[in-house]
């Protein structure tokens, strides 16, 4: 069983009701709850943490190799465009995490085109709407098994 961490940045708190037509309507909860369910099928144990904080954030990812993560899935949200702090927390622990996002962020402003994530990411999804998350959960799950094989 590994232990997969998923961390929801600013303004995720407010999905189900924030811009509809970018976000969709399903919840933070119900997308966490959804998620729990696929990894508990997976074997594996989840946690989940939402921030509006960007050390929150941070505090969490370099807790991580203590707390026995093994993977992290990371909606970082706008601080996707302006955290090097996040960046250097995913540098110094060294677990390998995957970068999502809700909407194409190659569709919307041109600022949200950069990530200070993207280039040491396992991988990226993004457009894909919440269904996202559970492609990144699959790809955490592919990624691990292939470790263990």
């Known amino acids: 069983m590994s232990h997969l ?37 997976l074997g594996h144990q989840l946690t989940t943490l939402q921030s509006n904080a960007e050390h929150e954030l941070v505090d969490k990812i370099q807790a991580a190799p203590q707390a026995g ?24 622990v060294n677990i390998p ?19 200070f994530l993207s280039d040491i990411a396992q991988s990226v999804i993004c457009g894909c709407g919440t269904y996202g998350y559970q492609l990144a959960l699959l790809g955490a799950n592919n990624h691990l098994t292939n470790l263990s094989s």
């Open 97 to 115: 995490f995957i970068e999502i996002h809700i909407s194409n962020v190659f569709q919307r402003e041109s600022f949200r085109h950069h990530s």
């Open 69 to 92: 993560v093994d993977f992290i899935i990371i909606n970082p949200a706008a601080l996707t465009h302006t955290s090097i702090a996040i960046r250097d927390a995913f540098s110094a």
């Open 5 to 41: 961490l998923v961390l929801h940045g600013p303004n995720l708190n407010l999905l189900g009701s924030r811009e509809p037509d970018v976000y969709g309507v399903e919840t933070l909860k119900d997308i966490n709850e959804s998620l729990k369910k696929q990894a508990e099928n």
